[in-house]
Each structure stands twice: as structure tokens, then as C-alpha cells.
């Protein structure tokens, strides 16, 4: 998705690098510059904080947040040396990070716990975002079912693995981003597909046991 | 977590540097083990690799972004100014008041020094202002660059012939011996020697 028509960049524009796009719009306030930022990584940067929040309307939010994050601050804050969508990556991640743990303070999970059905708090809350979800990106099958899996990983495995799917972000970034080891991330990452594969196994095996 | 369980990954997402490369490889031929957890492996990262969509942003929220991006713009900026800048005003104004203080503190001294002695000397009678007291204790100020030390003889002659220049010497008043000009820079002796 892009901006309306009537607000067009350029051609010259989708030539240029993000660097000389940031330069435009910190010191002309060229605001085609910036619509042209915005266009090239919006996708991932929404598809990241969706990813994890797995809610439309918290993934607006946190979006929009991000976004006038972005704008009042890219002159204080902002080195010109470093990539662009890095840094608006490390603001979208400590939204959503932030929004997540504010989430987390009001149920005490490990309590919630049932030996029994060996559910959480969490697993007994009937999965609504997932519904809408499926309503409103008109997604398939396996991937409907690979973003439940995503969802249901821990939140640094699940981190990890979006940072690196999304970004392509190299593991050292990553490691610094979330504040651990470059061995940790990669251990991370490991784990989060080694859990997936379970996930699909089990859901594999259930299936075939109904049949 | 060892650093062998992280090869695997180290090698499909392209971490490793390629002498670690050589060496996995040549460990993956001979290590079976190995080689099914790096196939399951990247069985499971290609499927999360093809299959995750990319989600875009509403439009609305987009338009609300690149609208208050633009109010943005308009806010007038104010400039930070750099540290060095701020540094050297501080300075700049540190060493102006601390002059100005030590300026005014010598001047507060000296006057206090010149009461104190003044004082010391007079006992102001009750109801008489300093003013007139001051008036009375003045002593006569001499500029001692000012005075002329004549030495040698005088010609009676010549000094006759010039009233005003005799009339002069009226106004001459002996201040001691030349050696006792203390300030021999700007101070100067005429004097007439019979040459």
C-alpha cells in the first residue's frame, strides 16, 4: 500500500538512497522524502509489530507511536551514520516490547497454570485476534496456522525470528538490539525453529489421530 | 548452549566466515546427527521464509502519520546550539561576573581602608555631617611629578630682569632633597650649571 495519488514522489525519488532521503527531510523538510521513507519500509515495519502483537488495532497503535517517535526525534537522536531503518526498528521494537511487558504485568501466567490440561492462563482465553486476523488479511491456511505457531513462541524466540525474517538484520544487531550475546540470538533463533517444528509435528499428529 | 548447537544456524543464515564454513562442511560429511538437525533445521526457517506475509499498514494510518509529519515541519525549530558553543558562553560569562566581583571588591576595600583611617584620625562630634568633617581634615595634596628641584647657583641678574619668571618662584615651595623623589621616571630637575 502507498500513499494517496494525488500526493505523488517523484521517479527520482525510488532512485535515491534511504541516507539522502533522511538528509532531505532533516534539513529541507521535504516531506515527499519522508512519504518515501515511509512507503519502502512501512510493510515491514508494521508486519513486524503485527507479528508480535498479533492485534490490528494495538499493531496501529504502536505504529503510529513508532512513527511520531520517529519524526519528533530524528533530529536529536538520530546519527546520519547509522541505517535509517535500523534505528526505526529499535524504536518499533521498544514499542512493542514495551506494550507486551505492560500486557504481561496484569496476569501472573505461572499461577495460572493447570497440570491437568497442561494450559496457561493464556491458552484458555479463547484466540479472537487469530479470528480477526484471518478475517482481515485473507491469508491461507499454513500461514494462518505458521503466525498462530509464531505466536505461541516465547517472546525472545519470537523476536529473534522476526527481526531476522522482516530486516534480514545481521545476529550482531540483533544481539545488541535485545541486549544479549550474538551466541544468545543464534540460540535463540535455533530454538524458535526447532519449537515450530514441534508445533507443526504436534498439530500433524493430532490431525492424523482425529482422521 | 555450546557453540556447535549454533553451527547449524551460523551456516544457513551465512554468519560464519569461510574457513568456519570449510570446517562445518567437512563435519556435516562425516556426522549424520549433524547433518538431520541442519536439514530439519532449514526445512522449518525456509517455510517461515516463503510463507510469512508482508502485512502493510492501512492506509488511514499512514495519512495520519505523513499528516502530522507535515504539522511537524511547520512548528518553528529551535536550534540546539552545539556544547562547545554553550561551553564557551559560560566561560565567557564565568570570567566577566567574576571581574566585575573582584573589581568591585577592590574599590569596596580601598574605601573601607580610607574610612578606616580617616576615622581613625578625627572623632566626629555628634551631629556634625561627614561632609564638613572631611572638608577640614583635607591635606594638602602634593604631586610630587609635578615639582621642579632646582639646584646650583641662582644669576640675581638675569632672575631681576624677569619679573615673572621671580614672580615664579613664589609659587615654589621646597619638598626636601632631590634624592627623595620616589618616583624618578616621570619626575625631572632643572637645573644650571656654569657651563
Redesign the interface.
Known amino acids: 500500500m502507498r500513499l494517496k495519488k494525488e500526493k505523488n514522489i517523484p521517479t527520482n525519488y525510488d532512485k535515491m538512497k534511504d541516507s539522502e532521503l533522511v538528509h532531505l527531510y532533516r534539513k529541507k523538510d521535504d516531506q515527499l522524502a519522508f512519504r518515501e521513507l515511509m512507503n519502502r519500509h512501512q510493510a515491514k515495519v508494521y508486519s513486524y509489530i503485527f507479528s508480535m502483537v498479533h492485534n490490528r488495532e494495538v499493531a496501529n497503535d504502536i505504529f503510529q507511536e513508532t512513527f511520531t517517535k520517529v519524526i519528533t526525534k530524528m533530529d536529536d537522536t538520530y546519527n546520519e551514520q547509522g541505517k535509517w531503518i535500523a534505528w526505526v526498528m529499535r524504536i518499533a521494537h521498544n514499542a512493542t516490547i514495551d506494550y507486551i511487558r505492560k500486557q504481561k504485568r496484569f496476569v501472573d501466567v505461572s499461577s495460572s497454570y493447570d497440570k491437568e490440561s497442561k494450559t496457561d492462563f493464556y491458552d484458555r482465553l479463547p484466540d479472537e485476534d487469530a479470528v480477526n486476523q484471518q478475517d482481515k488479511l485473507e491469508i491461507d491456511e499454513s500461514t494462518s496456522e505458521l503466525l498462530e505457531h509464531i505466536s505461541n513462541l516465547p517472546e525472545e524466540q519470537r523476536t529473534v525470528v522476526m527481526l531476522r525474517h522482516y530486516y534480514e538484520m545481521p545476529f550482531k544487531e540483533i544481539a545488541e538490539l535485545t541486549k544479549v550475546s550474538i551466541n544468545t540470538a543464534l540460540g535463540r533463533m535455533r530454538y524458535a525453529l526447532i519449537n515450530l517444528r514441534k508445533m507443526f509435528d504436534e498439530k500433524r499428529e493430532k490431525e492424523t489421530n482425529s482422521v | ?1 555450546t ?1 556447535s ?2 553451527d ?3 551456516y544457513l ?1 551465512n ?1 560464519m566466515d569461510p574457513s568456519e564454513k570449510i570446517v562445518f562442511e567437512r563435519e556435516i560429511e562425516s556426522n549424520s546427527d549433524l547433518l538431520i538437525e541442519l536439514e ?2 532449514r ?3 525456509d ?3 516463503n ?9 488511514s ?6 499528516n ?3 504539522q ?2 511547520q512548528k518553528p ?1 529551535v536550534k ?1 546550539i552545539p556544547p562547545y558553543l554553550t561551553a564557551a558562553a559560560a566561560v565567557f560569562v564565568c570570567t566577566i561576573t567574576i571581574g566585575i566581583f573582584l573589581i568591585d571588591e577592590s574599590g569596596t576595600h580601598q574605601g573601607d581602608v580610607i574610612n578606616a583611617s580617616f576615622n581613625s584620625e578625627i572623632n566626629l562630634p555628634s551631629g556634625i555631617s561627614t561632609s564638613e568633617t572631611e572638608t577640614e581634615a583635607v591635606i594638602p595634596w602634593v604631586d610630587r611629578n609635578q615639582v621642579l628641584h632646582f639646584t646650583g647657583n641662582q644669576d640675581e641678574k638675569a632672575d631681576g630682569a624677569d619679573p615673572i619668571f621671580q614672580n615664579s618662584y613664589k609659587h615654589l615651595t621646597p619638598v626636601g632633597p632631590a634624592n627623595d623623589v620616589r618616583t624618578t621616571q616621570r619626575s625631572f630637575h632643572l637645573t644650571r650649571t656654569s657651563n
Open positions: 548452549m557453540k548447537d549454533t547449524c544456524i551460523k543464515e554468519e530439519t533445521i526445512t522449518i526457517r517455510k517461515v521464509k510463507s510469512l506475509p508482508l502485512i502493510s499498514a492501512p492506509e494510518v499512514l495519512e495520519s502519520v505523513a502530522f509529519s507535515e511537524h515541519a525549530k540546539s
